[in-house]
C-alpha cells in the first residue's frame, strides 16, 4: 500500500463536527438509533426478563393453578440434572468438533479454489450450495435418502467399503448430526478463507519467489499468517451459529436415541414441549443465557481484535 | 525492428510438472466438488422419482422421472409458502426500515459510545432464543399472538436486525467523507444527505443485506415450530408435514425439500460474494 | 556481479494487441547502472519483470552472466528486486524481511543477523527498528527496509521497479543519491525502472528509453541529451522539454518565428531525399537566448514563470503563433505582454522527420 508522506491525516467524518457541540446536536444523533435500539430492548429482553421471573416460579401447563414462587428449586434441579449436564457436554462436544472440523476442510477447499483450473467457478458454487439448502430440508434429506439403512444413498457407496446397510441414525447418531453440521457450514469456511486468500497482496508473493521460497515456505511463512484473522473470524463465527443448531437435531433423530443426541437447544424445547414445565425451562434457559454471556465476552473481546482489521469506524 | 515472435517454449521437463501438476489439483477439486455436491444432486433426482422407485435397494439411478411428485407438493404448499413469505418479506422490510437510521447512527455521525451500541447489538445474537421459549409462548398466548403471522414477524424483525445493522454501517463506512462534507457545502442537510448521497452509493449493500435477512428467515424452523400450528405455519413446517407416521414418502420428501430450498439456492448462487460480506458481518469485504 | 542481455526480448499479452515488449536488444554491462525510462505503457516494468523471471517470454532470450535464464525460476536466477510498493512480508519484522532470503538458502542464523545488522548499517536503519513490523515503519524507512532485503543476498543483479515512486518529493531526492551511491560502492550490476527523466539522467550510467514496448535509444545521460536520435527521445529528455514544432521548409532552412533557421547541408538533403515540405524543428528553452531587439526569432511573452533562479517565458513566436517556452534570467525577466526577439546558434537546432519522428541527418 502506497503511503505517502504528507502532514496529518485528513480529519475523519466524525470530526469534522466537534462531538456533542451541543446538547440538541447530541438528541439528533440519538433518535435515528431509537427505533431499532427500542425495538431490540423490547423484544429480546423483556422475554430474557419474563424467564428470569418464570425461573423462580413452579409452572407447568398442564397443572390447573398457574404459577407459584418457589425460590431456587428450579435452579437446584438444573445443576444437578444429569440431563442438563449431558445436552450441555454433547452441545460442546458437536459445536467443537464440527466447527474444527469444518475449517480445516474449508482451507482445504479454499487452497484448492485458490488455484486457476478449467471450470474453477462452477466447483465453487458445488461447493456452496450445502450452506444454502434449508437446514430442515438438508436434515430431512439426510435422514431418509441419504442414510437410511435400507435404501440410503451413503450405504450403497459404502458397500465396496464392506460396509452393509448402517442404521446410521440408530448407532452413530451423534456422528451422523455433526456430519450435516459440517456438511452444511464447511462451505462458510471456504468462502471465509477463500476471500483471505484473494486478498494477500499479490506483490509480496512475488517478493517470496524472488526470494527463493517455494510453494510450502510461502505457505507456511507468508499465507498461514495472513489468513489467521480470517480463521479466527471464522471458527468464531461457526461457533455461534452452531452452538444453537436445533433443526438437524429435531428432525434427524428428535434427540435420540435416547438423549444421544440432545443438545442444548433441543433440551430446552423438550423441557416445554414434552415435559410442560415452564419454570423448569426456565431456569435452564437462564443457566444457558449465563454460560452463554460468559463464553461470548471472551469471544466478543476477540471479535474486537479480529474486527480491528476492518478498522472501527469515524 | 520488429521481430519475428517465434514463440520460445520451457524445457520440455518443466512444462509437464507444471501442466500435470495444475491439471493434478483441479482434478482433485473437481472430484471434492462433486463429492461434497452429491446429496443435493441426490435430493433433486430423488424429486423427480415415482415414490416406488424412491425406496429401492440398491437406490435407482435410471427410472422415468415423473413430476406427481411436484405437483403433489404444489398443491399442498399453499398457504405454507403463503405465510414464509409474508413473513420474509415484512420482516425484511421493517429490518432495513429499523436498520438503516441505527447503522447512520453508528456510522455516519456517531452517538458517544457507540462501540457500546454496535456491542449490545451484536450481544443480542449470541444469546440462544432458545433458553426463552417457554416464557416467549406464555406471552404469546395471553397477548392472543399465538398462531399469528405477525408474531413470526416481530421475532424475525429482531433476529435479523442486529446482523443488518452491523452490515448496513459497513457499507455506510465505506462512503467517502469528503462526498457528505460537499453535499453538506452544497446546502444539503442530514436527511437530504441520506437520501441523495448515501442511499444511492449503499444501495447494493442493502440488496445483500436484504438478501441474508431473506434467507435467515426463510429457512427459520425454531419458532415456527414452537409458535404456530396452522394459520401462520410456514414452509420448514410444510417440508416436516410431509413425512408422515406410516407409508412412503421419500420422494414426496425430496420433492418439497427442493421446492423449499430452491429459492435460497438461487439467490446465494447469484450473490456469492454478497454473501460472505453478510455473514461475516461485514468484516470481510 | 554479471552482465545481463536481453536479445530480441518479447512479450505479448494478447493474440491481436501489440506487444508490450517488443524484440527489446540489450546489453548491460557488469557493475553498470542502467535505468529503463519510458512513459507509462512503454513497457518498462514489464521488461523488468521479464529479467526478474516474474514475467514469461514470447519471444527471444535473456542472458545473466552470459547463461540463458529465459526458463530459469525467480529464485534460481540469484536476482534481487526491490518492488514499487516495497511489497514487504507484514506479518514479519524488518529483521526477518531483510533475512528471508537467507533463511530460504538455509543460511546459519548467526551469519544472516550479521549480514542483516550489516545491510542496515548501510541504509542507516536504527537497531531499534529491525524489531518492527513493516506497518508500524514510515514510507521512507520502509523504502529503506526493502533495499536492505535486495542488498542482504548480494546477487548478481539489482532490480528496481520505481522505488522512489512513493515518497515526498524532498525525500525522493534525498533517496536518490543515496541509492546512486550505494550502487557505486557496491559495484553490483542494477536495472533501475522509473518514468520520471529526472531520477533516469541523474542515476544511471546509461539510460534506455522506451516507448510502446520498443527501445529508443539507450546512450548516456549526456549522449541522449546532446544527440536524441528521434523526436521521442528529443521531447522526453530534458525538463523543461525541448521545444518542437512543425514548421516549413525553405531554401535556407526552416521558417519560424518570422526568420528562416539555416540548417546544415546535410540535413536539407536529408529532408529533400525523404520529399519533405515540412519538418519538426526542435530547440531546448535554454537554447533560446534572449536579445534585446537584435534578435531574428520574433514573438510576444504570454506568460511568465519565475523560478528564482530563472523564469521560464511562455512566447507566441511571430507569423506562424506556435507557442514554445525559452529560459531566461531570473533577475529582470521581460513582463507578459511584451515584444522580445531570440537567437538560436544553428548546432542548438535539431530537426526530425514528421512522419517518422527519425532524426535528420545530424
Known amino acids: 500500500m502506497a503511503v505517502v508522506e504528507t502532514g496529518a491525516a485528513p480529519p475523519s467524518v466524525a470530526e469534522v463536527r466537534p462531538r456533542g457541540a451541543t446538547r440538541r446536536e447530541a438528541w439528533q444523533r440519538r433518535l435515528p438509533l431509537l427505533p431499532a435500539l427500542i425495538y431490540t430492548i423490547v423484544v429480546t429482553q423483556v422475554p430474557f426478563l419474563v424467564t428470569l421471573w418464570y425461573s423462580f416460579q413452579n409452572y407447568f401447563f398442564d397443572t390447573p393453578g398457574g404459577a407459584h414462587w418457589t425460590g431456587v428449586s428450579n435452579y437446584k434441579q438444573v445443576f444437578t440434572s444429569a440431563a442438563f449436564r449431558g445436552a450441555l457436554w454433547r452441545s460442546v462436544i458437536m459445536t467443537v468438533t464440527a466447527v474444527l472440523v469444518a475449517m480445516i476442510l474449508g482451507v482445504a477447499f479454499a487452497l484448492l479454489l485458490d488455484r486457476k483450473f478449467i471450470g474453477r467457478s462452477i466447483v465453487r458454487t458445488l461447493v456452496i450450495t450445502p450452506f444454502l439448502v434449508m437446514p430442515a430440508a438438508a436434515a430431512l434429506v439426510w435422514a431418509g435418502p441419504m442414510l437410511d439403512p435400507n435404501f440410503g444413498l451413503l450405504n450403497y457407496l459404502l458397500q465396496p467399503f464392506g460396509v452393509h446397510h448402517v442404521a446410521w441414525l440408530s448407532t452413530h447418531a451423534l456422528g451422523s448430526v455433526i456430519v450435516v453440521m459440517i456438511w452444511q457450514w464447511t462451505p462458510f469456511m471456504t468462502l471465509i478463507v477463500l476471500a483471505g486468500l484473494q486478498g494477500q497482496p499479490a506483490d509480496v508473493l512475488e517478493a517470496a519467489k524472488v526470494d527463493g521460497a517455494g510453494r510450502l515456505a510461502t505457505f507456511r511463512e507468508l499465507t498461514f499468517p495472513f489468513l489467521r484473522p480470517y480463521i479466527e473470524l471464522g471458527i468464531l463465527l461457526g461457533s455461534i451459529y452452531l452452538i444453537n443448531v436445533f433443526d438437524a437435531v429435531r428432525l434427524m433423530t428428535n434427540g435420540g436415541p435416547g438423549t444421544a443426541t440432545t443438545n442444548l437447544p433441543f433440551y430446552l424445547y423438550e423441557q416445554v414441549n414434552n415435559a410442560f414445565d415452564v419454570g423448569g425451562a426456565a431456569a435452564a434457559g437462564v443457566v444457558t443465557v449465563v454460560l452463554t454471556i460468559i463464553v461470548a465476552t471472551f469471544a466478543l473481546r476477540m471479535f474486537a481484535r479480529v474486527f480491528q482489521f476492518e478498522g472501527a469506524g469515524s | 525492428m520488429t521481430a519475428v515472435h517465434a514463440r520460445t517454449r520451457p524445457p520440455g521437463a518443466q512444462r509437464f510438472r507444471e501442466m500435470s501438476g495444475n491439471v493434478g489439483w483441479g482434478l482433485i477439486a473437481w472430484v471434492l466438488g462433486i463429492a461434497f455436491f452429491l446429496p443435493v444432486l441426490w435430493m433433486v433426482i430423488t424429486a423427480f422419482k415415482p415414490e416406488s422407485a424412491a425406496e429401492t435397494w440398491p437406490p435407482k439411478f435410471t427410472f422415468s422421472p415423473t413430476l406427481a411428485e411436484f405437483r403433489l407438493v404444489f398443491s399442498g404448499w399453499g398457504p405454507y409458502v403463503t405465510h414464509s413469505v409474508i413473513a420474509t418479506v415484512v420482516s425484511t422490510l421493517l429490518v432495513l426500515l429499523l436498520g438503516v437510521p441505527a447503522a447512520y447512527a453508528l456510522a455516519i455521525h456517531p452517538v458517544k459510545r457507540w462501540q457500546d451500541g454496535l456491542f449490545f447489538f451484536i450481544s443480542t445474537k449470541m444469546l440462544p432464543i432458545v433458553a426463552a421459549i417457554g416464557p416467549l409462548y406464555v406471552i404469546a398466548l395471553k397477548t392472543h399472538l399465538l398462531d399469528n403471522i405477525w408474531l413470526l414477524i416481530i421475532l424475525y424483525t429482531a433476529m435479523n436486525l442486529p446482523l443488518a445493522i452491523w452490515l448496513i454501517r459497513s457499507f455506510m463506512l465505506e462512503v467517502p467523507g469528503e462526498m457528505l462534507e460537499a453535499a453538506e457545502l452544497d446546502g444539503a442537510g442530514r436527511i437530504r444527505q441520506m437520501g441523495e448521497v448515501i442511499m444511492p452509493v449503499i444501495s447494493p449493500g442493502l440488496v445483500s443485506t436484504a438478501l441474508i435477512c431473506v434467507i435467515f428467515a426463510w429457512n427459520e424452523l425454531f419458532l415456527a415450530l414452537n409458535l404456530t400450528t396452522t394459520n401462520a405455519a410456514t414452509l420448514p413446517m410444510f417440508l416436516i408435514s410431509s413425512v408422515p407416521q406410516e407409508g412412503l414418502y421419500i420422494a414426496h420428501l425430496s420433492a418439497a425439500a427442493t421446492v423449499a430450498s430452491v429459492p435460497v439456492i438461487i439467490v446465494g448462487w447469484v450473490a456469492q460474494r454478497s454473501l460472505v460480506r453478510g455473514l461475516s458481518m461485514g468484516a470481510i469485504k | 556481479m554479471a552482465e545481463v542481455k536481453y536479445v530480441q526480448a518479447s512479450r505479448v499479452y494478447a493474440k491481436d494487441a501489440p506487444p508490450a515488449v517488443d524484440a527489446l536488444d540489450l546489453d548491460i554491462k557488469d557493475g553498470e547502472f542502467m535505468v529503463l525510462v519510458g512513459p507509462s505503457g512503454s513497457g518498462k516494468t514489464t ?316
Open chain 3, 47 to 362: 521488461a523488468l519483470r521479464m529479467l526478474a523471471g516474474l514475467e514469461p517470454l514470447d519471444g527471444g532470450r535473456i542472458e545473466i552472466g552470459e547463461k540463458d535464464v529465459t526458463w530459469v525460476p525467480p529464485k534460481d536466477r540469484d536476482i534481487a528486486m526491490v518492488f514499487q510498493n516495497y511489497a514487504l512480508y507484514p506479518n514479519k519484522t524488518v529483521a526477518e524481511n531483510m533475512g528471508f532470503a537467507l533463511k530460504m538458502q538455509h543460511v546459519h542464523k548467526d551469519e544472516r543477523a550479521r549480514r542483516v545488522q550489516e545491510a542496515a548499517r548501510l541504509l542507516d536503519l536504527d537497531d531499534q527498528l529491525l524489531g518492527r513490523k513493516p506497518k508500524a515503519l514510515s514510507g521512507g524507512q520502509r523504502q529503506r527496509v526493502a533495499m536492505g532485503r535486495a542488498i542482504v543476498r548480494e546477487p548478481r543483479v539489482f532490480l528496481m521497479d520505481e522505488p522512489l515512486s512513493n515518497l515526498d518529493a524532498k525525500l525522493r531526492v534525498q533517496t536518490r543519491a543515496q541509492i546512486a551511491e550505494l550502487q557505486r560502492r557496491l559495484g553490483i550490476t542494477t536495472v533501475y525502472v522509473t518514468h520520471d527523466q529526472v531520477e533516469a539522467m541523474t542515476m544511471g550510467n546509461r539510460v534506455a528509453v522506451l516507448a510502446g514496448g520498443k527501445l529508443q535509444q539507450c546512450d548516456t545521460p549526456r549522449q541522449l541529451y546532446d544527440n536524441p536520435v528521434n523526436q521521442f527521445v528529443a521531447g522526453f529528455i530534458g525538463s523543461p522539454a525541448m521545444n518542437l514544432q512543425t514548421v516549413p521548409l525553405t531554401e535556407e532552412g526552416a521558417r519560424l518565428g518570422g526568420t528562416v533557421i539555416p540548417l546544415p547541408t546535410a540535413v536539407r538533403t536529408a529532408a529533400s531525399q525523404a520529399g519533405l515540405r515540412e519538418l519538426v524543428l526542435g530547440i531546448r528553452p535554454e537554447h533560446m537566448h534572449l536579445a534585446d531587439g537584435s534578435g531574428q526569432i520574433k514573438g510576444e511573452v504570454m506568460l511568465v514563470e519565475e523560478l528564482g533562479a530563472d523564469a521560464l517565458l511562455h512566447v507566441r513566436l511571430a507569423e506562424s503563433g506556435n507557442q514554445v517556452v525559452a529560459r531566461a534570467e531570473g533577475r529582470k525577466p521581460p513582463a507578459p505582454g511584451q515584444d522580445v526577439t531570440f537567437r538560436v546558434q544553428p548546432d542548438d537546432v535539431f530537426a526530425f522527420n514528421p512522419a517518422t519522428g527519425a532524426r535528420l541527418a545530424g
